[in-house]
């Protein structure tokens, strides 16, 4: 039985529909991703499976539990971390860990020890009797995880959790991340990084305008709704409109953009040979593979939304 079970999941704010009715099963030991633009729904679908929000139709599942009527049972299995970081700047690295384990009636030594290891865990033991407020950004995400573990929950909850990190900080948090997969530990997380998404997740939905336009492993889904590899031509001051005319029939699908066309392609190599013998001459050319960004942005647009 799934951990987490969704069938019309629906969320409504009076007449604006945030969630229109989705199913989602997120199984046990399963990294499981939310993906879309602002304003997709992941945010209030994650609060619902959070028991922070009720859903206003369809049915939800969570440790075959109720949240509505079972949300402190289901609370207490489960791990959170906020997009934003919530940790309190007064108290010491430990004293975050061991006050919030007391929320859940773990006794005071249990939480020391418990500390200690989740530090350990996440490298901050040398930041053990230190000021929250002084950590980089890299260490408060790197407390606001551990302390999601506090509890030893069964599910936890990642709302974009490497926003604004540098590429070290991230690289660690996934390693983090995977050890807890590895651990059995499921996990359910929002992300805006495509590469952190290809990277941590067996499965995934992109949402967009509340309904889930596509679902499966981030390898299945670039090879349903793009192709192996892409070409990026660049022509200088060229008009991009005129000579994607001329490409026309080259690789599987076109798209032109505001400074470099793109090739969606079996092979790139084969397109470029094909693009020079339309005596075409690009200043650049770049032949790479094809990415989860390109499924994105292919089903949820380019547009910008707010």
């Known amino acids: 039985m799934p951990l987490i079970e969704a069938r019309g999941l629906t969320k409504r704010f009076g007449k604006f529909t945030a969630v229109a009715g989705i199913d989602v099963a997120v199984h046990e030991g399963e990294a499981f991703g939310f993906l879309g633009p602002n304003g997709a729904?992941?945010?209030?679908?994650?609060?619902?499976?959070?028991?922070?929000?009720?859903?206003?139709?369809?049915?939800l599942r969570i440790l075959g539990m109720d949240p509505v009527r079972d949300g402190p049972a289901i609370r207490a299995h489960l791990g959170v971390c906020p997009q934003q970081d919530s940790l309190d700047p007064e108290l010491t690295v430990t004293e975050n860990l061991t006050v919030y384990a007391r929320y859940f009636g773990i006794p005071r030594r249990t939480a020391r020890q418990r500390a200690a290891e989740l530090l350990e865990f996440v490298q901050l033991t040398e930041r053990a009797g230190e000021k929250v407020e002084p950590l980089s950004g890299g260490m408060k995400r790197r407390l606001t995880i551990a302390r999601a573990l506090v509890n030893e929950?069964?599910?936890?909850?990642?709302?974009?959790?490497?926003?604004?990190?540098?590429?070290?900080a991230r690289h660690l948090v996934w390693e983090r991340l995977f050890q807890l997969?590895?651990?059995?530990?499921?996990l359910v997380l929002t992300t805006h990084y495509m590469d952190e998404a290809e990277q941590l997740c067996d499965r995934l939905v992109v949402m967009d305008g509340g309904a889930i336009a596509a679902e499966g492993s981030p390898r299945d889904l670039i090879e349903r709704f793009s192709t192996r590899e892409v070409?990026?031509?660049?022509?200088?001051?060229?008009?991009?409109?005129?000579?994607?005319?001329?490409?026309?029939?080259?690789?599987?699908?076109?798209?032109?953009?505001p400074d470099r066309?793109?090739?969606?392609?079996?092979?790139?190599?084969?397109?470029?040979?094909?693009?020079?013998?339309?005596?075409?001459?690009?200043?650049?050319?770049l032949v790479r593979r094809s990415s989860l960004e390109d499924v994105f942005l292919h089903l949820t647009g380019r547009t910008l939304v707010d």
């Open 261 to 285: 066309i793109l090739l969606y392609t079996a092979d790139g190599d084969e397109t470029v040979a094909a693009v020079h013998e339309r005596r075409l001459a690009p200043s650049s050319v």
């Open 181 to 186: 997969k590895r651990r059995g530990v499921t």
């Open 153 to 168: 929950p069964e599910i936890v909850l990642l709302d974009e959790p490497t926003t604004g990190l540098d590429p070290q």
């Open 41 to 59: 729904g992941k945010s209030s679908t994650m609060r619902m499976i959070g028991c922070i929000s009720p859903p206003s139709g369809g049915s």
């Open 231 to 257: 070409v990026e031509l660049r022509f200088g001051d060229a008009s991009l409109d005129a000579l994607a005319g001329k490409l026309a029939g080259v690789g599987q699908r076109c798209e032109v953009l």
